[in-house]
């Protein structure tokens, strides 16, 4: 073989290799495409050539990008044979918070037909990462300066401190005056729980011999049909007794809790819960107390989304890291979950919450009807023992709104002992 043809050869294959690296370096492909153009306020760093996905699954990519007027238009190719419904949404999705952009297609209905290419749809737009950063921090920079100058919420929040205060000093003065009959009471209770001891011991020896006929009292019922009878009273005085030593053990175990809760929304302002909860036993209670109480005279500040001056009424159980709860929710039925996430941890601290409630709303707000049920979710972080903070998202269905919460709570044993007292009262009518 001559030296002239090796070179022809070799320039021969240099040729081809050249012709598949610029075929593969410039994109090319021998699929066939048909371009669809989008429209956005903001396509948040969207790059060209992104890949194109319909319902998760790339279909197509990025041709260009260009400005036109006050919107973006993304123009894209999609493979052919891949059919787009109208009604389709269009948006700019992210691989992750910080990862690559692309084109997310939604697919729209059938019965609306095909796009046809080189049609130019609208795109749905969605707030950058950035900016809804911003906002937040704008939100949290705003409550901030709200609660160290004297404004409206920091205002509010003494209002109800001042009538916590109030309400705190005429219980102190109740408990004060009762004090002294409340430890008279609990000395008798317990010298009556000493005397019903030695009664039943008595009672079971005076039954043993009654059942070996001695004594006068054997002797008085060697009748059978009086023994027997003898025998079932003192039988249901034994019971008597044990039920009247269950009662006082319960009075022991209760715990009463007062707990008082400021919400406030940029939207309506403040209003305030404060009720009184109550622990029959370990993981089960029961509260009772005003919701919306903080607007005494009825005067809306702003729209009023909510009724003021409502009851609150329900029961509770704890299961672990839940609870759950159900009954009257500011006025209607209603119930929720909570879940401690990090419960039996160090940083047990955290609560979440989602709470539905005004089932069969039919209020009319704002020229329109409220029709859907209110649902509510949010979190709690307790700051320490006796006060917790946290946000809610309420009415995610009608109208979302924003609350920041402060929630103070503390035990009173004198109110248990109270009510304990009344529960033995009532037991003895």
């Not at 903001?42 to 790339?58: C, F, M, R, T, Y």
């Not at 389709?88 to 729209?108: R, Y």
């Not at 704002?366 to 700051?383: A, K, M, Q, T, W």
């Amino acid at each position: 073989m001559s030296s002239e043809i090796k070179v022809g050869i070799f320039v021969i294959i240099g040729a081809a290799l050249m012709a598949v690296a610029l075929f593969m370096l410039g994109d090319y492909s021998f699929k066939s495409y048909y371009n669809v153009s989008a429209e956005f306020s903001d396509v948040s760093g969207l790059p060209k050539k992104a890949a194109v996905k319909l319902s998760g699954v790339e279909v197509g990519k990025v041709h260009r990008i260009f400005i036109k007027g006050n919107k973006v238009i993304v123009e894209m190719e999609i493979l052919k044979g891949v059919p787009i419904y109208r009604g389709a949404q269009f948006l700019v999705g992210s691989t992750s918070v910080i990862g690559s952009k692309f084109l997310q297609i939604n697919q729209g209905s059938p019965e609306q037909g095909l796009l046809q290419e080189g049609e130019i749809v609208a795109g749905s737009d969605i707030v950058p990462l950035d900016q809804a950063v911003t906002r937040a921090l704008n939100s949290v920079e705003g409550l901030v300066n709200d609660l160290r100058k004297d404004g409206r919420m920091a205002s509010s929040i003494q209002e109800i401190l001042d009538n916590l205060r109030g309400v705190t000093s005429e219980l102190h003065q109740m408990v004060v005056f009762s004090r002294p009959h409340i430890e008279n009471s609990m000395e008798k209770i317990e010298l009556i729980t000493a005397r019903l001891d030695e009664i039943l011991q008595k009672t079971d020896q005076l039954v043993a011999k009654v059942n070996n006929g001695e004594g006068v009292a054997g002797a008085l019922i060697s009748d059978p049909k009086m023994k027997d009878d003898v025998s079932s009273a003192v039988a249901s005085l034994k019971d008597a007794a044990n039920t009247v030593k269950e009662s006082l053990g319960k009075v022991n175990k209760s715990r009463t809790f007062l707990q008082a809760e400021y919400k406030y929304s940029p939207d309506v302002g403040g209003k305030a819960d404060a009720g009184l909860k109550l622990y029959p036993r370990d993981g089960r209670y029961y509260y009772a107390g005003g919701a919306n109480i903080l607007n005494v005279k009825d005067n809306h500040k702003g729209t009023e989304y909510e009724k003021i001056n409502t009851v609150d009424a329900y029961m509770g159980w704890e299961l672990g890291m839940f609870e759950v709860y159900g009954g009257i929710l500011r006025g209607s039925a209603g119930a929720g979950l909570k879940v401690r996430p990090l419960h039996n941890t160090a940083w047990d601290r955290l609560t979440l919450m989602a709470e539905g409630s005004e089932f069969s709303r039919d209020r009319l707000i704002e020229d329109r009807y409220f029709d859907s049920p209110r649902y509510d979710i949010g979190l709690n972080v307790d700051v320490s023992k006796y006060i917790s903070v946290g946000v809610k998202a309420t009415d995610l269905a009608e109208k979302a709104r924003v609350n920041y919460t402060l929630k103070l709570y503390f035990e009173d044993k004198d109110i248990a002992s109270l009510l304990g007292l009344a529960s033995l009262g009532a037991m003895a009518k």
